[in-house]
């Protein structure tokens, strides 16, 4: 049975159950962080388009909350095998999925809005992006709350 929209919300509240919060005006709702199997987490984080972006300090301070969410959701711990597996020569595969939004064109916007995390997810598993055994990959799935899901995996 469905009750009326006023007395749900009664009920809900007298029971104490808070209803999801909307994100404010000019904020976008993001995904919830998750660690769903080894070697993928899904990061909250919205990807913008830096390549419209004409000022250094904007970019700056994105890459460093880009930093910060990587830290927030992965853990060293989880990381030690690709890093073991990358000193032993083997070339390690990530594929960066940005998450919700508009799309972003696949050649020149999607791969620079997710340079932040690439750089943090790298830095954390102890191998310099240059490398050429790290191959990274970028798609984009929009719609949805905002996000970025990262994929490791040793080749």
């Given at each position: 049975m469905?009750?009326?929209p006023?007395?749900e919300?009664?009920?809900?509240?007298?029971?104490?159950v808070k209803?999801a919060?909307?994100p404010r005006?000019?904020e976008?709702e993001?995904v919830?962080?998750?660690?769903?199997?080894?070697?993928?987490?899904?990061?909250?984080f919205?990807?913008?388009?830096?390549s419209n972006?004409?000022?250094?300090q904007g970019r700056?301070?994105?890459a460093?909350?880009?930093?910060r969410?990587?830290?927030?959701?992965?853990?060293?711990?989880?990381?030690?095998q690709?890093?073991?597996?990358?000193?032993c020569?083997?070339?390690?595969?990530?594929?960066?999925?940005?998450?919700?939004g508009?799309?972003?064109?696949?050649?020149a916007?999607?791969?620079?809005s997710?340079k932040g995390?690439?750089d943090?997810v790298?830095?954390?598993?102890?191998?310099?992006?240059?490398?050429?055994?790290?191959v990274?990959?970028?798609d984009?799935?929009?719609g949805?709350p905002a996000g970025v899901r990262?994929?490791?995996e040793?080749?």
């Amino acid at each position: 049975m469905k009750l009326p929209p006023d007395l749900e919300r009664k009920v809900l509240e007298l029971a104490g159950v808070k209803p999801a919060a909307k994100p404010r005006r000019g904020e976008v709702e993001l995904v919830a962080a998750s660690h769903p199997a080894p070697g993928v987490w899904v990061i909250p984080f919205e990807c913008v388009n830096e390549s419209n972006q004409r000022r250094w300090q904007g970019r700056n301070r994105r890459a460093g909350a880009a930093w910060r969410a990587v830290r927030a959701v992965i853990r060293i711990a989880d990381l030690w095998q690709f890093e073991t597996l990358h000193d032993c020569g083997r070339p390690i595969r990530a594929r960066f999925v940005r998450l919700g939004g508009k799309r972003l064109d696949p050649l020149a916007n999607l791969p620079a809005s997710l340079k932040g995390i690439e750089d943090a997810v790298a830095y954390l598993v102890g191998i310099d992006d240059g490398d050429p055994r790290w191959v990274p990959s970028c798609d984009q799935e929009p719609g949805g709350p905002a996000g970025v899901r990262v994929e490791l995996e040793a080749e």
